[in-house]
C-alpha cells in the first residue's frame, strides 16, 4: 500500500498522540487509584488514636506491654473500641447492599489485622500475614517512642461511597482523555495538511521542471525548512531558465559567428568557380586569412568548453611572475608600435614574486589581455602593465587609454560572445572568448579578475592571485 508525505505524518502525528494519551490515562488511573488508597490509611490512621491513647495509658501506669501481652483478651477488649466505631460507620447502610457487606467484612479485617510490636517492631500482640504490606504507627509517651501499632494497608476502597467516587473519576478522566484525543487528531489532521500541500506542490511543479517548463514557481508562506526548500526550488527555476536562454542565445551566437566566414568563403569560392574573381595569390590569401579565422573560432570555442568543465590541463609549479609578465611586454612591444601604441613596462624587476601556476596558462592569460587591449586602443594611445603585493595576494593590472566602456558593462565583458558594441567586425572585435578564456584561467589557480576604469582614460583589468610565502 502506497502512503503519501500527508498520510504518514497524519498516523505519525496521531499514532504519538494516541500513545501519549494512553500512557497518560494509565498513570492517573493508577496515580488516582493509589493516592486513595493512601488517603483511607491516612484515614485509619486517625481511626487508631482513641487506641493509641489508651496504650499511652497502660504504659504510663504499668511501665510496660508486658502485663497487657500475658492478657490477649484484654487486647481484644481494646480492639473492640475500634470494632464499635466500625459498627458506627456501617449502622445506617442498607443491609442488602452486597457492596456494603463486603466493605463491613473488609473493615473487620482491617481491625484484625492491628498488631502491637515493641519499640524494635518485634511483635507483641496480633498476628501478621507474611508478604503483606504494613504501616506502623508509633505509639508514644511524653514524646517518647513506647511501641508501634501496625495494621495492613488497605489494598482496596470499601466503603460504597469511596468506590463511586474512583468509578466517577475513572469515567471522567476516560471521557477528558478521549476528548483530548479527538481534539489532537483534529489539531493533527490539519498540521498534515499544511506541512504535506507545499510538498504535494513542490512534486507537481518539480514534474512539470523536469518536462522543461521552467516558469514553474512554489509561493514561499514559511520560513522554516520547507520554505527554504520552496525557495530553493524557485531559484533552481530561475537559473534553469536562465540557462536555457543563456544556451539558445550561446547556440545563435555561435551559429553566426561561424556563418560570417563560411559565407565569405563560400561566396569567394563560386566567385572563383564562376571565373568571375582569379584564382591568383591575393584572393587565395583572402580564403586562407577566412580559413585561419575560422579555425581560431573553432579552438577558442573547443578552450572555452574545456575551461568550462575543469578540463584544460594544469601544470602548477612555483613560477616569478615578474620576468613571465616581462616576456609577455617584450613579445607585443613590435605589435603595440605597429598600432601606434605605446606599450609601457612599470614591473619591479628587482622583486621576486612567487605564484603557484601554470606558465604556459598564464601567458596565454596576459597574451589575450595584452592582445585585447591593443586591439580596442586608439591610436597614439598608451597601455602600462603593472604589479603591486599585498600580505597574501599579487595584483596585476593592465590599463589603457580610451575608448573605455559603461560600468553597467565591466561584469558582462567576461560573458562568452558579449561584444560592448554589437555593430563591431570581426577584424576589430574578435569572437568575444578572449575574456571569458581569461576568466576560467585565473579562477582556475585560485584568484579573481576585474574590470574598473582605468588612470589612463580607458578601461583596467584587475588579477589577483595567491602569493607563494
Keep these: 500500500m502506497h502512503l503519501t508525505v500527508g498520510k504518514k505524518l497524519w498516523l505519525a502525528f496521531a499514532g504519538t498522540i494516541t500513545v501519549c494519551v494512553l500512557a497518560l490515562y494509565l498513570l492517573l488511573h493508577n496515580s488516582l487509584k493509589q493516592g486513595f488508597l493512601d488517603y483511607t490509611s491516612q484515614q485509619s490512621v486517625q481511626r487508631l488514636e482513641i487506641l493509641r491513647s489508651a496504650l499511652a495509658s497502660i504504659y504510663r501506669e504499668e511501665g510496660s506491654f508486658d502485663a497487657l501481652k500475658a492478657d490477649p483478651a484484654r487486647w481484644l477488649n481494646l480492639k473492640e473500641i475500634i470494632f464499635a466505631e466500625s459498627d458506627a460507620l456501617f449502622a445506617g447502610l442498607p443491609e442488602v447492599a452486597d457492596a456494603d457487606s463486603s466493605a463491613h467484612t473488609v473493615y473487620r479485617e482491617f481491625v484484625s489485622s492491628i498488631s502491637l510490636a515493641d519499640v524494635n517492631r518485634r511483635l507483641l500482640l496480633g498476628v501478621v500475614k507474611p508478604g503483606q504490606e504494613l504501616t506502623w504507627v508509633p505509639v508514644t509517651d511524653l514524646n517518647k517512642i513506647i511501641g508501634f501499632i501496625s495494621f495492613e494497608k488497605p489494598q482496596v476502597a470499601t466503603r460504597t461511597q469511596d468506590q463511586n467516587f474512583i468509578q466517577h473519576q475513572f469515567k471522567v478522566f476516560s471521557l477528558i482523555s478521549l476528548l483530548v484525543l479527538v481534539i489532537a487528531t483534529l489539531v493533527a489532521t490539519l498540521f498534515a495538511r499544511r506541512i504535506s ?12 521542471l523536469a518536462s522543461g517548463d521552467y516558469s514553474q514557481k512554489i509561493p514561499v508562506t514559511s520560513r522554516d525548512e520547507i520554505g527554504q526548500v520552496c525557495n530553493s526550488f524557485n531559484q533552481l527555476s530561475e537559473a534553469l531558465a536562465a540557462n536555457q536562454q543563456s544556451r539558445s542565445l550561446w547556440v545563435a551566437d555561435i551559429s553566426h559567428e561561424m556563418r560570417t566566414p563560411l559565407s565569405v568563403l563560400k561566396v569567394q569560392i563560386e ?41 584544460l590541463s594544469y601544470h602548477k609549479q612555483t613560477i616569478d611572475l615578474v620576468p613571465l609578465l616581462k616576456t609577455c611586454i617584450e613579445h607585443y612591444q613590435a605589435k603595440a608600435q605597429q598600432a601606434g601604441l605605446s606599450l609601457q613596462d612599470q614591473l619591479d624587476h628587482n622583486t621576486a614574486v612567487l605564484v603557484s601556476a601554470d606558465t604556459s596558462r598564464l601567458q596565454q592569460l596576459f597574451s589575450n589581455l595584452l592582445e585585447n587591449s591593443i586591439r580596442y586602443t586608439t591610436v597614439e594611445g598608451r597601455i602600462a602593465v603593472a604589479l603591486t603585493t599585498t600580505a597574501s595576494e599579487v595584483e596585476s593590472t593592465i590599463d589603457d587609454s580610451p575608448p573605455g566602456i559603461a560600468p553597467d558593462q565591466y561584469e558582462k565583458i567576461f560573458e562568452r560572445l558579449y561584444r560592448v558594441e554589437n555593430s563591431r567586425s570581426r577584424q576589430t572585435g574578435g569572437a568575444g572568448l578572449g575574456l571569458a578564456i581569461c576568466k576560467n584561467i585565473v579562477e582556475a589557480h585560485q584568484g579573481r579578475i576585474r574590470a574598473n576604469a582605468s588612470a589612463l582614460g580607458g578601461l583596467q583589468i584587475h588579477i589577483s592571485l595567491p602569493l607563494i610565502k
Design 271 to 311: 566567385a572563383m568557380q564562376d571565373g568571375i574573381r582569379p584564382a591568383n595569390p591575393e584572393n587565395l590569401a583572402l580564403l586562407y586569412d577566412k580559413t585561419l579565422g575560422l579555425s581560431k573560432l573553432i579552438d577558442d570555442l573547443f578552450e572555452l568548453s574545456l575551461s568550462d568543465v575543469g578540463a
Design 197 to 208: 500541500r507545499p510538498l504535494i506542490t513542490l512534486a507537481q511543479k518539480a514534474h512539470a
